[in-house]
């Protein structure tokens, strides 16, 4: 089969180039701008482009895998669609190489990454193995893309994008977070939960459903979903409104009342520590080798999937220590006595502030310097107060200018909009240069750099800049 990917160096996209690749089919595609993902799969021989350029397009295509990031108005786009090319979403794509297979598929607007690597690494450890595609550069495999021909299942990140992820239809599903995202698309933050309602509701019946506990809550708190009929009385001819009817376990980093929860969480030398309590026991000392308060959660869930796949307690004691994370999720650049560089993907409210809560508990009374590119015009614009309370948190604020992606600017949203609302401390707007200058003169015990966007470009010429002027 020949593919040709429209938007080849998204992580969800460069994930199914490299399975096909690595099939023996024939790759190759186009995307706006060349970055270390695009030069990988260069490397690893798929044919990327980076000019709209029809003339570049293969002959001989058997189906165009695209995203929705992908402008309509592409020329490239318009030829093939003039050509007849069978073309298909990535998600239409990911569904139908995940049917026939046991499918454990995770979402959440945040969480979901980290969840999925986690769940994927921990099966590779046991015999059952899994494939997987992955949002994120698993550091233990290398690579967001598993291949195990022998297992019968299939790690996917389940993105609820453009409601990308109700293509799945999931042996087990996880989904880790609701809060408000993708407003452009679903206009509602109750329409979005009707769109995680449906996905949970896809899950198979002799399969199992792990929720966060109250993860269908709406904005002033009310329960968005009845969960299943047994707790309500209906007229016979009346549906349930918002029911869930799949079976489901629950579980929490805090708190007692879920099926599965950690307790005990402590740290030490920088790594983490918890005790877990299962329907069928607790076991006690588990540990995660450097990495941020909020992956306990991450690994509660992840450890609950595992087990019911068959993982013995060694194995999952094993796997779990042995997490090296994902690239650009509470990623160590740095991590020496006199400083520290962390680099995350961080780019909703509600992750901003759970990544700087972790540093803070990790590192207690240090300096903090927090570099923060946003990521679309929409979701500055949405939710601007938010981002100017979360960038409290930190000791000094840098902030870039927005990072577009799919938009075209909004008129009076920018950087500088959020900074004003931040008051009384130090903050400054730099580009990425400015940003190799400014860091090191703030002699910071902590360096962060948050966002979705390019930062990542910055981030190697950042360290190397804090190598070599602060060590």
């Not at 020329?75 to 995940?98: A, D, I």
């Not at 959440?108 to 193995?129: F, M, N, P, R, V």
């Not at 769109?195 to 792990?210: I, K, M, R, V």
Request: aromatic share 10%; charged share 25%.
């Amino acid at each position: 089969m020949n593919y040709y990917f429209l938007g080849i160096g998204g992580i969800g996209m460069s994930a199914l180039a490299r399975y096909f690749h690595r099939q023996g089919d024939r790759v190759s595609g186009y995307d706006r701008t060349r970055s270390p993902l695009t030069e990988e799969l260069e490397r690893e021989g798929i044919s990327v482009h980076y000019e709209d350029a029809p003339e570049r397009l293969p002959q001989d295509i058997d189906l165009v895998v695209y995203t929705p990031a992908v402008p309509q108005d592409l020329r490239e786009m318009t030829v093939l669609k003039e050509r007849g090319v069978r073309m298909e979403k990535r998600s239409q794509v990911l569904g139908e190489l995940t049917r026939g297979k046991k499918c454990i598929a995770v979402a959440g607007s945040h969480g979901k990454t980290t969840t999925s690597t986690l769940i994927a690494h921990l099966l590779s450890k046991a015999e059952c193995g899994c494939s997987a595609f992955l949002g994120g550069i698993s550091k233990n495999f290398g690579s967001n893309v598993v291949v195990d021909e022998k297992s019968e299942y299939v790690v996917v990140e389940a993105d609820e994008y453009d409601r990308s992820f109700l293509q799945l239809h999931p042996h087990y599903a996880v989904i880790t977070a609701t809060d408000p995202d993708h407003l452009d698309i679903y206009g509602t933050h109750e329409n979005m939960l009707e769109a995680y309602l449906q996905f949970a509701n896809q899950t198979d019946a002799d399969g199992q459903l792990f929720l966060k506990e109250g993860i269908f809550r709406t904005l002033d708190g009310e329960e968005y979903v009845e969960y299943g009929h047994e707790h309500h009385e209906h007229h016979e001819h009346e549906a349930p409104h918002h029911a869930l009817h799949t079976p489901y376990s629950t579980y929490t980093a805090h708190g007692i009342e879920a099926d599965y929860y950690a307790i005990n969480v402590r740290t030490y030398n920088g790594n983490l520590f918890f005790d877990l309590r299962t329907p069928d026991g607790v076991l006690y000392d588990l540990e995660l080798d450097g990495t941020a308060l909020f992956n306990v959660e991450n690994a509660v869930a992840a450890s609950a999937v595992a087990m019911s796949c068959g993982v013995n307690q060694y194995q999952l004691r094993q796997g779990l220590k042995s997490f090296s994370g994902v690239r650009r999720r509470f990623d160590y650049r740095i991590r020496e006595k006199e400083l520290i560089y962390i680099d995350d993907y961080a780019h909703h409210p509600a992750e901003i502030k759970t990544t700087i809560a972790s540093v803070r508990y990790l590192y207690p009374g240090k300096r903090v310097v927090g570099i923060f590119q946003p990521h679309l015009y929409s979701r500055t614009r949405d939710f601007a107060d938010e981002f100017a309370e979360v960038l409290q948190e930190l000791d000094e604020v840098v902030m870039m200018p927005i990072y577009p992606a799919r938009e075209l600017p909004i008129a009076g949203v920018t950087s500088s909009m959020v900074l004003r609302k931040i008051p009384g401390m130090s903050k400054y707007l730099c580009t990425a240069d400015q940003v190799l200058e400014l860091i090191p003169a703030l002699c910071p015990d902590v360096v962060l750099t948050l966002g979705a966007g390019d930062i990542d470009r910055l981030v190697p010429r950042l360290e190397a800049t804090l190598r070599e002027q602060m060590l």
